[in-house]
């Protein structure tokens, strides 16, 4: 079964406009990654942020973690249509062997 | 980009036949995996590998066998492929285990009739 999932399942947004995806997740965890693939190509890490970390930026992006609620959000700011891609969380399992949620289907309309 | 191959990228193939899917790696990562990714099920992990001959069974590993006879290598083989195992397999890399970054490869595209 999957461990985290993501909300929205779908988002459209005009290029400018921030995105904001949503990943809940079910057992304690010692980091969460977001992953972004591109149409027919495969996944590419973005981000990464331990338990003991509550906010982490990269450029343009935004991660937050509350463990207390076990959820994390990713935001892209100012977005480009180049943003348009699937977004997946990705957190450990009891295996320790990292697993995905559905994803966030992101179009940014030019 | 890692240095990760998949082959075949697309492969049509018939219910009952054997297919294997080749995965090569160029950075010496320890840990190597197989996801399937179907819609409304995201991703997931078929079998991985955390070192040479030593491979495990992830979450949807029946009608799967993995064989990891060099480090570079990493081969699923459905032994007898099934229409339900129509899918897009993907190859990852990790140097660490959970907490590592995962590197993907492109894709094998599988559609069995």
């Known amino acids: 079964s999957q461990q985290g999932e993501e909300d929205p399942q779908a988002l459209s947004i005009q290029e400018g406009e921030n995105a904001t995806m949503n990943c809940s997740y079910k057992?304690?965890?010692?980091?969460l990654q977001w992953y972004r693939q591109n149409s027919g190509r495969g996944l590419v890490h973005l981000i990464l942020i331990r338990s003991n970390e509550r906010e982490k930026h990269s450029g343009r992006l935004r991660v937050t973690l509350d463990t207390s609620k076990k959820s994390s959000s990713l935001l892209i700011t100012a977005s480009r249509a180049a943003d348009t891609a699937s977004y997946f969380c990705a957190t450990p399992n009891a295996g320790n062997m990292l697993t995905f949620g559905g994803g966030t289907r992101l179009m940014v309309k030019p | 980009d890692a240095g990760i191959t998949q082959s075949p990228r697309h492969k049509v193939t018939e219910t009952g036949t054997p297919v294997t899917l080749r995965c090569h790696q160029t950075?010496?990562?320890?840990?190597m995996y197989w996801y399937r990714q179907d819609p409304g099920h995201g991703l997931r992990l078929i079998h991985y590998s955390y070192g040479v001959k030593d491979t495990d069974k992830g979450e949807v590993s029946d009608g799967y066998s993995v064989s990891r006879s060099k480090t570079e290598d990493f081969l699923l083989t459905l032994e007898s492929a099934t229409s339900s195992q129509t899918s897009v397999y993907f190859c990852a890399i990790s140097e660490q285990e959970s907490t590592g970054e995962l590197f993907f490869g492109e894709g094998s595209r599988l559609t069995v009739l």
């Open positions: 950075e010496n990562h320890r840990y």
């Open positions: 057992t304690s965890i010692n980091n």
